[in-house]
């Protein structure tokens, strides 16, 4: 149990003299909130990018030649649900990242 308390209070001592400080313990809060935020952005940055994949791959599977006219015409109206959803879920992170940067 000690050793697991030493390995906590080692997270916390960043600048290595053995004694957790307010300024150690708010420095560490601090790296916290960016990792967090960093993680946070990189999922978004993720979700955007396989939102775009996903509408170029989808439009390209829909001129293929083995897809029959008749089944294009069937998902006419998913595929504009589809288009605006991913599309949104795009403009949502570069509004928001631009938002962010300004900040």
């Known amino acids: 149990m000690n ?3 030493e390995e906590n ?3 916390y001592d960043l600048d290595g003299d053995g004694k957790i400080t307010d300024a150690d313990i708010e420095r ?3 790296i916290q909130k960016n990792e967090d935020g960093a993680r946070k952005h990189m999922a978004q940055l993720r979700l ?3 939102s775009l994949i996903g509408l170029g ?3 390209v599977l829909l001129f293929m030649p083995f897809v ?3 089944r294009i015409e069937q998902i006419t109206k998913i595929s504009d649900l589809f288009y ?3 599309c949104s879920v795009v403009c949502a992170y570069m509004g ?3 938002y962010m940067s300004r900040k």
Do not use: C, G, M, W
Request: proline share 4%; glycine share 0%.
């Open 28 to 30: 560490a809060e601090r």
């Open 48 to 50: 955007a990018r396989a």
């Open 57 to 59: 791959v989808y439009t």
């Open 3 to 5: 050793r697991l308390l």
């Open 68 to 70: 029959p006219d008749s």
């Open 84 to 86: 605006i959803s991913l």
């Open 96 to 98: 928001f990242s631009s």
């Open 9 to 11: 209070a080692a997270h």
